[in-house]
């Protein structure tokens, strides 16, 4: 069994954690929770909590935090997105769909998140424009910082939210603006595949909304001078 927990995160968490600040924490979906046990391996000094839904996955995530003699620097916690919301400033969502963090987001309205939270960091594997628009929309919460990441062939989004009303195009909606804005290399590269992927789509079964989805990443691409 591998003991180092370098050897154990992945290269997406990694950047991941790059964005995350050393404020009070919960990590939402930890699965092994290898992101908290690296940020406490390597000098993280505030609070975090580790949280998974279904009894299976946390008992993985209880004996990970056991293995790496984390029981008294990472809380675990048994609850259903933030049901029983503790108290904290951040919060991290990966390896999951933009519906899935948007859900989780409204389902927890209730506890008040939304004037708790500072820091929010969000790497969609998918539908970033379902909980963007909720964050900007419902939640007046504003993008400060973002980019794309690659591993194993798929393409993904990180992006960091703080509190703050922000006007937006449409095309910020659907991307990264923070990335737009620096000429992110690797949402370059997934435009380009993607305008392709389009054009195929549209020359064989045209549809409205290929038009569409290919207009926006056309206009985006514009902003690389092409």
Request: no cysteine; charged share 30%; proline share 3%.
């Amino acid at each position: 069994m591998i003991t180092d927990i370098n050897k154990l995160i992945s290269p997406r968490l990694l950047e991941v954690i790059k964005f995350i600040e050393d404020k009070d924490t919960l990590d939402v979906g930890s699965d092994h929770a290898y992101l908290p046990i690296y940020l406490k391996n390597n000098g993280f000094k505030s609070k975090i909590y580790a949280s998974e839904n279904k009894i299976g996955p946390f008992n993985n995530l209880k004996k990970s935090i056991k293995f790496f003699n984390m029981e008294n620097f990472i809380t675990p916690i048994l609850a259903d997105g933030l049901d029983n919301l503790v108290d904290v400033k951040q919060l991290v969502f990966t390896g999951m769909g933009g519906f899935l963090i948007a859900n989780i987001l409204l389902n927890g309205q209730k506890f008040n998140w939304e004037n708790k939270i500072e820091n929010m960091v969000i790497e969609p594997q998918k539908d970033l424009y379902v909980v963007k628009k909720l964050l900007i929309d419902t939640f007046n919460f504003h993008e400060v910082n973002g980019k794309y990441i690659s591993e194993k062939g798929h393409i993904y989004p990180i992006l960091v939210f703080k509190k703050g009303k922000e006007q937006v195009s449409e095309l910020d909606l659907h991307f990264s603006s923070t990335a737009l804005k620096n000429n992110d290399k690797i949402l370059f590269e997934y435009l380009e595949k993607k305008e392709k992927e389009l054009d195929s789509i549209n020359s064989n079964f045209p549809s409205n909304k290929t038009i569409k989805n290919l207009e926006i990443v056309k206009e985006a691409l514009k902003k690389y001078g092409r």
